[in-house]
């Protein structure tokens, strides 16, 4: 089965072209980085905008790319939630116009799902059940992944997401956007333990997380020493404010394996990029007896790829969305 997977859910437009579910044959991203930079985050109408001038011509690509004809597609799978209202409408209804006059079937993904399956286009992938950590810009969420569509809510932020976080430390520290990648290229000078940061919720009672302290502390931090130190220290600050956010999320994860009784361990989402989560999550495994798992940095980001393989997973077994599927910016997995 050959699937056009659909991604724009927030400032990402993406496709891509999945056989049989595991095998990428086009991969195309048009990232509106530039666009929302001077804005210092993702501004929505803006981002729904760039998706109707940009998803026809990405579309186009991924086609040319896998060296086929929409002709040869046999369904097509789009994120219809959660994410920004105005740019899930773009992806949706490009996904229906095709599917429409194709005729082949469309499939909604959710973006969560996507995000915790994506590990199954690399080519070591866990067995299940396996703990699914989705840490990005809008989303820090902790599962007991059972199989496909079998996924039972553990723990998630009760505020900021960890993507969030960076942002606005980012911002903070006057270093610019988007904030994740900025702190994480910083950070590698750094030293991590040159100031301490709260670990949040450290409580054993939840498998909740929480960011938004971390990011108060850093506001005192630098009202408290002043511009002129941060600047000289910048390296330190963020590489201490990283680890306290890697060390939430990781222990959370050793208490969730802990408390149920599962090795495996899937970390996914765009702060799944992160130099210093990726290593310290293997570490962290080794001594643990844990197995981890992480994609490739192209399949972290929001991308159409992991979209395709959810979409081929359920348009395989005959399944498909209706024509009046809604966008749903709130939607849970």
Known sequence: MLVLGIESSCDECAAAIVRDGGKVLSHTIYSQ?????????????????????????????????????????????VTYGPGLVGSLLVGLSTAKALSFTLGIPF?????????????????????????????????????????YGEYRPLGQTRDDAAGEAFDKVAKLLGLGYPGGAI????AQQGDPSAFSFPRAMPSQD?????????????????????????????HDIVASFQEAVVDSLLNKVLLASAR????????????????????????????????????SPSLCTDNAAMIAAVGDHYL????????????DADLCL
Do not use: W
């Open 260 to 295: 149920y009784g599962i090795k495996n361990v899937v970390v996914s989402g765009g702060v799944a990029s992160n130099s210093r989560l990726r290593k310290r999550l293997l570490e962290v495994a080794a001594g643990s007896n844990l197995n981890a798992y992480i994609p």
């Open 206 to 234: 939840t498998l909740d997380f929480s960011f938004s302290g971390i990011k108060t502390a850093v506001f005192y931090f630098v009202r408290r020493y002043g511009e002129t130190f941060v600047r000289e220290r910048v």
């Open 107 to 147: 499939y909604g993904v959710n973006h969560l799902e996507g995000h915790l399956m994506a590990i199954f286009l690399e080519e070591r992938y866990p067995a299940f059940p396996y703990l699914g950590l989705v840490v990005s810009g809008g989303h820090t969420s902790l599962y007991e992944v059972k199989t």
């Open 316 to 327: 395989s077994q005959g399944k498909s969305s209706p024509l009046d599927l809604n966008a």
């Open 183 to 186: 702190i994480d290229r910083l």
């Open 33 to 77: 980085i530039d666009t929302h930079r001077r804005y210092g985050g993702v501004v929505p109408e803006l981002a729904s905008r760039e998706h109707l001038d940009k998803i026809i011509p990405v579309i186009e690509e991924a086609v040319k790319e896998a060296r086929m004809s929409l002709m040869d597609i046999d369904g097509i799978a």
